[in-house]
C-alpha cells in the first residue's frame, strides 16, 4: 500500500507498543518513518523489522522532554529525507501511580515534562516548517484519562488532559493553514504500560482491578488496531482539526478501514 507514498513521519515513543505499531503501519503504507525513543537497542529492532518489509526507517534516540534533543531528531530527519510531514506524539509514562500525599515530586514533574512538555517541543519543533510548506498532520495521543478522574493517577490524568487542551488550542492557530492537529485515545491496548498498571497495587491505584479484569476478559488489543486509525489521521486527505477522537467511536472506525481499504 502506498497511500503515504512521499511523506515523512516522525513517531516518540516508538520503541515498543502502540508507538512500534503506528511505526510500523505508517511505513506500511509508504512514508519513511523516523522512530525516537531513549531506548536505543528497541529502536533498532522496530527499524530493522520495518526494512525486512521493505519499508523506509531510521533510529534516533532521544529524550523527547530535552529540547536540544528534540531539535536533533527534527535536524536528523531532515538530513536522512527531508523535513517532516507527519507527527506522531506518542512518547508518555503513566507513573507515578500514587496518592499525591506520598508522591515523589521529581517523578510527578517528569511525567508532565514528558507527557506534556515532549507533546510541545515536539511538537514546536516541526511546526514551523509544516506552516511554511502549508502542509502537515500532527496527531497527539490521548487517554480516558484526560476525562475520567481516578485515585492515584494525578500527575498522568493532569497531562492527558492537558494535551486535549493544547491540541484543541492548537487546532485553532491552525485553521486554514493546511497543517492539522487531533488527539486520538487508543483504548485498553496489550503493552507494556497496561502490564505495569495492572502491577500496581489497588491501594495506590483503585483502578488497577479493573485492569486486570480487562486482560482476564480479552478486552485488550493489539496496538495495531488502533494504529491504523492514526495512520488514517495522518493522511493527507484526512482533515480532523481540533479533533478528540478515540478507538471506541464506531464511526471513526468504518472510515478507518475504508479509506485503508
Known amino acids: 500500500m502506498t497511500k503515504l507514498d512521499g511523506q515523512v513521519a516522525i513517531v516518540t515513543g516508538g520503541g515498543r507498543g502502540l508507538g512500534r505499531a503506528v511505526a510500523e503501519t505508517l511505513a506500511s503504507l509508504g512514508a519513511a518513518v523516523v522512530v525516537a525513543s531513549r531506548n536505543a537497542p528497541e529502536l533498532d529492532e522496530v527499524v530493522l523489522g520495518i526494512k525486512r518489509k521493505g519499508g523506509r526507517a531510521l533510529a534516533q534516540t532521544a529524550d523527547i522532554a530535552d529540547e536540544r534533543q528534540v531539535q536533533e531528531l527534527v ?107 487531533c488527539a486520538f485515545n487508543p483504548g485498553y491496548m496489550d503493552t507494556e504500560m497496561q502490564e505495569r498498571i495492572r502491577r500496581t497495587p489497588t491501594a495506590d491505584f483503585p483502578r488497577s ?15 495495531a488496531v488502533p494504529a491504523r486509525a492514526i495512520a ?11 479533533a478528540v477522537l478515540e478507538w471506541s467511536d464506531e464511526s471513526l472506525r468504518t472510515e478507518v478501514e475504508k479509506a485503508l481499504a
Open 209 to 223: 482491578d479493573e485492569y486486570r479484569a480487562a486482560q482476564r476478559e480479552g478486552k485488550l488489543k493489539d496496538p
Open 75 to 181: 535536524l536528523a530527519t531532515e538530513r536522512w529525507v527531508g523535513p517532516a510531514s507527519i507527527l506522531v506524539n506518542n512518547a508518555g509514562m503513566v507513573d507515578p501511580m500514587v496518592p499525591l500525599a506520598r508522591s515523589n515530586a521529581a517523578l510527578w514533574l517528569r511525567n508532565i515534562a514528558i507527557n506534556v512538555g515532549g507533546t510541545y517541543l515536539a511538537t514546536r519543533a516541526v511546526l514551523p516548517g509544516m506552516l511554511d510548506r502549508g502542509q502537515g498532520r500532527i496527531v497527539n495521543i490521548s487517554s480516558g484519562a484526560a476525562t475520567r478522574p481516578s485515585a492515584g493517577w494525578t500527575a498522568y490524568s493532569a497531562s492527558k488532559a492537558a494535551v486535549v487542551q493544547l491540541t484543541r488550542s492548537l487546532a485553532l492557530e491552525l485553521e486554514h493553514s493546511g497543517v492539522t492537529v
Open 232 to 242: 488514517y489521521l495522518a493522511m493527507p486527505s484526512t482533515h480532523r482539526n481540533g
